[in-house]
């Protein structure tokens, strides 16, 4: 398992940059096809955040979390990340288990959220750019991907069709898919 650390304004001490690998190396009783990790670490007005990445077997998930004690806020981020590990290891049993896992969509609800006017927004520059690969899935599996990422929506290539979609969390709850027409 491979680990790599970003740090930004934080001094890592070599003791606890041995901790965190070792803590971390625990994750492989969940999952042991865990391929590489990143820990991030930032300190902010003496608020240190800490983001632990993981790739499972091409599966994406994050842990964050922000606290005055690095050590403190790895640990819970460690937590964080651990849940949707055990989360995603379940989903995949229950899926293997029953062959089908199906989440409904009530597409008036899609329509009417769509139809919606859209908010102007201020003249804003974008200050992040993720790349991610885009691998063919379906809307289910990318409601699970954004729950594990614990973003609020997705953008995926819809392995049924072949066409860019998108699926998001309404707040009314449930969630959403947007699927490009002609």
């Known amino acids: 398992?491979?680990?790599?650390?970003?740090?930004?304004n934080v001094e890592l001490a070599d003791e606890l940059k041995e901790y965190m690998e070792r803590k971390l190396s625990k994750l492989e009783k969940f999952f042991p096809k865990i391929l590489d990790n990143q820990i991030v670490l930032n300190l902010s007005r003496g608020i240190h955040t800490v983001e632990v990445t993981s790739n499972v077997n091409g599966v994406i998930m994050r842990g964050e979390e922000r606290d005055s004690d690095?050590?403190?806020?790895?640990?819970?981020?460690?937590?964080?990340?651990?849940?949707?590990?055990?989360?995603?290891?379940?989903?995949?049993?229950?899926?293997?288990?029953?062959?089908?896992?199906?989440?409904?969509?009530?597409?008036?609800?899609?329509?009417a959220d769509m139809s919606k006017p859209a908010v102007e927004e201020k003249d804003e520059k974008i200050v992040k750019v993720k790349k991610f690969p885009l691998?063919?899935?379906?809307?289910?599996?990318?409601?699970?991907?954004?729950?594990?990422l614990g973003h609020s929506f997705f953008i995926f290539s819809n392995a049924e069709?072949?066409?860019?979609?998108?699926?998001?969390?309404?707040?009314s709850g449930g969630y959403g898919l947007l699927e490009p027409t002609d």
């Open 1 to 8: 398992m491979d680990i790599r650390f970003v740090t930004r």
């Open 70 to 111: 690095l050590r403190k806020a790895f640990d819970i981020a460690l937590k964080n990340l651990e849940r949707r590990i055990r989360r995603h290891k379940k989903y995949l049993v229950d899926r293997v288990q029953l062959k089908t896992h199906d989440v409904s969509f009530n597409i008036d609800e899609i329509l």
């Open 135 to 148: 691998r063919p899935m379906s809307a289910e599996e990318a409601c699970m991907q954004m729950d594990l």
């Open 161 to 171: 069709n072949g066409s860019m979609n998108v699926v998001y969390k309404r707040k």
